[in-house]
């Protein structure tokens, strides 16, 4: 079976990021011919058009990370009821400029975590909302909306005995559209 490299992109810059940590557990939850690798957003600078025809190397970089992916998992906050600036400034770098967008035909799934009731629903939402627009067919069902609470990941970082049937359930659904998109 081919290999599926799956670009993480983890939608909070906190050294102990919730989402961080979700990214980490929900990999080990992939079947093993799905290879996920984080990359890095922390540093490119903001967005601004005048740049499009230079590009920044933190930019390019991230940029040939997502070509060389076959898919992308968002793992998000939600700040505001929406999507964190960093997570839209990454979006915008890389679908720039016009005609060369990274994102095309890439399949998304979206995840997160928040200590909200709510999760990262609005969150979500509005990065589906975004994706669409990008061209990139995105995991509608199941949605996963997570609320931080004692018992989600265990001692060891892994996820607690509770989450874990209903994230393996979507990783199931995400590995299977990834498939269904780059066969």
């Not at 997570?87 to 720039?96: E, M, Q, V």
Request: include cysteine; glycine fraction near 8%; charge should be neutral.
């Amino acid at each position: 079976m081919n290999q599926q490299r799956i670009a993480v992109i983890v939608g909070s810059l906190r050294r102990e990021s919730l989402n961080r940590r979700l990214a980490d557990a929900v990999a080990a939850l992939a079947p093993p011919s799905f290879v996920f690798m984080q990359v890095g957003i922390a540093n490119l600078p903001l967005y601004n058009q005048d740049d499009d025809e230079h590009q920044s190397a933190p930019v390019l970089r991230l940029k040939a990370d997502i070509a060389s992916s076959q898919g992308v998992l968002f793992v998000t906050a939600e700040y505001n009821r929406s999507i964190p600036g960093v997570l839209k400034n990454a979006i915008d770098h890389t679908s720039r400029p016009f005609g060369h967008s990274a994102w095309s035909g890439k399949p998304a799934g979206i995840i997160g975590v928040s200590t909200g009731v709510i999760g990262t629903a609005l969150a979500q939402q509005h990065l589906r909302n975004v994706l669409a627009s990008l061209d990139m067919p995105t995991l509608c069902q199941p949605e996963v909306f997570l609320q931080e609470k004692d018992d989600l990941f265990d001692a060891e970082g892994g996820l607690g005995v509770a989450s874990r049937p209903l994230l393996q359930a979507w990783m199931v659904h995400y590995a299977s559209s990834v498939m269904r998109f780059c066969g």
